[in-house]
């Protein structure tokens, strides 16, 4: 198994592109079915979330093209099933963004619950009735979900809490139906927008995403586009703190730093600095940082809980404690025994972490537990005394493209040995 081989210390230096956003590009991805023409999508990371997604729309039907400068057309005109094989939905989660619309599309689906994973139950009771809600019959027998949308009819509905996942399922599965759909208490993150802007430049009729109401008024049909979605927020947040961790000097271009103006808020405060020009984003850091008193990870535009691991591994090595409570998913400090491997001083009761900074993480032998921990981890090795190995990496080759290239381009010593 491959694995990253850090040795801590060195000052980061230089510029980063940042590529399309791997949780805007799924669902746009999904919602390519929604059209027999062909769609493109553009800047796209070659990560294994895609990968694994891009297996699961070629197992319905679709035919899939990807060039190596990240263009990735899919043609579902030939689609010629609504089911999802159990051992590649239980691989990504995101493969229940196919729900809606496969339903709208062929009005069934056949999809496995997709598996919680290392940060959480993740249950989809809010895209479930949701759906039902739209007169879509499902039937839920062996782990499988048999879907029937041959009824299904425009209704107003509320998720029971603002779902990222069910706000888009719910508008791609509302697409087609006569009527005006009017989803309440929805998601506002940056992708959800992506989306509406992805579907009405393909015919669709949608409106209020980004705010807590969104209205789809259903079409007969959609037509092909080319597209490029919105830049990853998420490996932006990243690498700012990478640099702010290692007495950086870093610019991150194609960014919109308003996605990410929770983290920028919060930066501020530890003497690191921060400017946001226009798609750039230039973070100086020297020495060691204050701690942040407290970070709450609230749903958009709150503190992302994609950012929370990141934020946690600086907060080990600032001056003070911190007292960082996870308030989206129930289980996300797996990394906190790997962050203690390294001489970090973190006490965990329920979702909050209360750190003590240190002034420097020793090099240990660390293994990544999801994504966003495995990417803390080689942020926690760059600021290290010594060598820090880092394992289990495929975790985060889920998202992040190549962190070793990228990184050792800035200046860090790191390379991945298999
Ligand atoms: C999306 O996941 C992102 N993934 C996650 O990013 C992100 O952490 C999350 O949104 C929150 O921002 C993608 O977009 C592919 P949710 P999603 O539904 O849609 C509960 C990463 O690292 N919930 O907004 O699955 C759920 O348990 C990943 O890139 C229900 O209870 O998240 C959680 O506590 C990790 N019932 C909360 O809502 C449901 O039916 C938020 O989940 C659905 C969700």
Redesign the pocket.
């Given at each position: 198994m491959s694995r990253y081989i850090i040795e801590g210390g060195n000052p980061l230096e230089g510029s980063i592109d940042v590529k399309a956003a791997?949780?805007s590009v799924?669902p746009l991805l999904a919602a390519c079915i929604l059209t027999e023409d062909k769609v493109t999508l553009r800047n796209c990371p070659d990560i294994s979330d895609i990968t694994n997604m891009l297996k699961i729309m070629i197992n319905i039907g679709c035919v899939v093209e990807r060039d190596d400068m990240g263009n990735i057309t899919v043609d579902s005109s030939d689609i010629y099933c609504g089911e999802v094989p159990c051992v590649l939905a239980k691989e990504l989660?995101?493969s229940i963004f196919l729900m809606g619309p496969m339903l709208s599309r062929v009005k069934k689906a056949k999809i496995s619950y997709p598996g919680g994973c290392e940060?959480?139950?993740?249950?989809?009771?809010?895209?479930l009735s949701g759906l039902r809600e739209l007169n879509i019959d499902i039937n839920e027998e062996y782990g499988y979900l048999d879907c029937d949308a041959s009824k299904a009819e425009a209704a107003q509905i509320v998720l029971d809490?603002p779902?990222?996942?069910?706000t888009e399922n719910l508008m791609m599965a509302s697409v087609f139906l006569e009527g005006k759909t009017v989803l309440r208490n929805c998601?506002k993150?940056p992708?959800i927008a992506d989306l509406q802007n992805f579907l009405n430049l393909m015919g669709a009729k949608i409106s209020g995403a980004g705010s807590s109401v969104i209205v789809i008024e259903g079409v007969k049909k959609l037509h092909g586009v080319e597209y490029t979605p919105i830049p990853d927020r998420?490996i932006a947040g990243t690498y700012i703190i990478a640099a702010a961790m290692c007495s950086g000097n870093v610019e991150l271009r194609g960014v919109v730093p308003e996605h990410i103006y929770s983290l920028i808020a919060k930066l501020s405060k530890t003497a690191c600095k921060i400017y946001c020009k226009n798609d750039k984003i230039i973070v100086k850091s020297k020495g060691r940082l204050r701690s942040l008193d407290r970070i709450d990870t609230m749903y958009y535009p709150g503190f992302?809980?994609?950012m929370q691991t990141q934020m946690l591994a600086l907060q080990t090595i600032s001056k003070g404690t911190s007292v960082i409570v996870e308030n989206?998913?129930e289980t996300r400090y797996k990394t906190v025994p790997e962050f203690k491997k390294m001489g970090a001083d973190i006490t965990v009761r329920d979702r909050t972490a209360i750190v003590r900074g240190v002034s420097r993480l020793k090099g240990a032998e660390v293994c990544a537990t999801d994504?966003?921990g495995g990417a803390s981890l080689v942020l926690a090795g760059l600021a290290a005394e010594g060598i820090t190995e880092v394992k289990d990496i495929y975790h985060i080759d889920r998202?992040y493209e190549d962190m070793s290239r990228v990184l050792a381009e800035l200046g860090a010593k790191i390379e991945r040995s298999s």
């Open positions: 791997k949780n799924l989660r995101s940060i959480g139950m993740r249950p989809i009771d809010i895209h809490l779902s990222v996942g069910a998601a993150e992708e998420i992302p809980t994609d989206i998913f994504l966003r998202g």
